[in-house]
């Protein structure tokens, strides 16, 4: 196996007592090691359930989990809990939407830091390479003291404190300003490079993740329906979805993140999908799309769960 990252048929369904949501519905996904890759999809498309599934972090409504996800040659399913922690510790580094979050709000952050790295490392060099001016000020300071820009810096360097060999980056940047986002994506990206770690970034943005990743994923109704070099994905889709996310990408950023960029409403599966989940919005839709779930199809440089994806692309 020479992937760092491999989901094969990932199926999670969450079961609350009253409802049944099916999150992911056979999604695929391949990460090579140092590679960056954005997943992008509309809100509920699945992409939060895919990071966590990765890490083993979903909760316990989650209770139908089928599937493989393999990472640095573990099968992660598999894996007694100190092997999960080890898999954590070492070769997976989160970051979240919300830092503060995920720090303790009773421990200053060098205390933090130093717990993470032991008596191996320096959490003043660790603040200063995610570029925080005056790394022995924000060493004495705790959460709650730290702007939001602080805040996801400190998430990043605890995250990244191990070197580890991937990292998932859900929405890091969404609760922050236009100026500091851009700031704070940019020390994610150079830390991860620096260190030889694969990003995969969870966005609802396929601009900016195609400014920033080498390839992009995009998630729809659980499933990856479409991967491929970022440039030609958001240049020349293959699924009639991408173009319609692509398509209205500039006015996205001006109508805001949480509207829905394609007309009608994405899809809350309670069960496996029989036909495309894509066929009710689809503007190509035939009478199979509703029966018959799409398999892979290779055009050009990408990969697209549609079944008229290479006669789309030819008439195009
Ligand atoms: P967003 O862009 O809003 O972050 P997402 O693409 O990350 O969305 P998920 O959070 O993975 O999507 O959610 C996928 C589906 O699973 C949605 O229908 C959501 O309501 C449901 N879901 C997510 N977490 C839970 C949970 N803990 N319990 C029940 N349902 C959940
Ligand atoms: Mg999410």
Redesign the pocket.
């Given at each position: 196996m020479t992937a760092l990252l491999e989901v094969r048929d990932l199926a999670v369904e969450?079961d609350?007592g009253e409802?049944r949501?099916r999150?992911l519905d056979g999604a695929d996904l391949t990460v090579a090691a140092g590679e960056t890759i954005g997943i992008v999809?509309?809100?509920?498309?699945?992409?939060?359930?895919?990071g966590s599934a990765v890490g083993r972090l979903l909760?316990s409504?989650?209770n139908r989990v089928t599937g493989d996800v393999w990472l640095a040659g573990e099968r992660v399913f598999d894996l007694p809990p100190a092997g999960i922690r080890r898999l954590r510790r070492e070769r997976l580094g989160f970051v979240f939407q919300d830092p503060i979050a995920s720090l303790d709000p009773t421990m200053r952050v060098g205390k933090q830091l130093k717990l993470v790295l032991g008596s191996k490392g320096d959490p003043l060099s660790h603040l200063d390479r995610v570029r925080l001016a005056n790394p022995g000020r924000v060493a004495r300071m705790y959460p709650h003291q730290l702007s939001g820009g602080m805040a996801q810096r400190v998430a990043l360097a605890i995250a990244m404190a191990c070197q580890p060999r991937l990292l998932i980056a859900?929405?890091p940047t969404a609760a922050l300003d236009a100026q500091v986002r851009e700031e704070v994506l940019e020390v994610v990206f150079s830390v991860a490079a620096e260190a030889g770690t694969s990003i995969v970034w969870?966005s609802?943005d396929l601009t900016a993740v195609a400014r920033r990743c080498s390839r992009v994923a995009v998630?729809y109704g659980?499933r990856v329906v479409e991967d491929g070099p970022a440039a030609d994905v958001l240049g020349q889709p293959a699924h009639p979805y991408t173009a319609a996310l692509a398509r209205s990408a500039p006015a996205m950023a001006s109508l805001g993140d949480r509207l829905s960029p394609v007309p009608g409403r994405p899809p809350?599966l309670a069960e496996a999908s029989h036909g495309c989940a894509f066929e009710p919005r689809c503007p190509y839709a035939e009478e199979r799309c509703a029966k018959e779930r799409p398999e892979l199809h290779v055009v050009r440089t990408q990969e697209a769960l549609c079944h008229r994806a290479t006669e789309l692309v030819t008439a195009s």
């Open positions: 969450y609350s409802r949501v999150a999809g509309e809100s509920g498309s699945g992409k939060s359930t895919l909760p409504t989650a859900d929405e969870l609802h998630m659980g809350v």
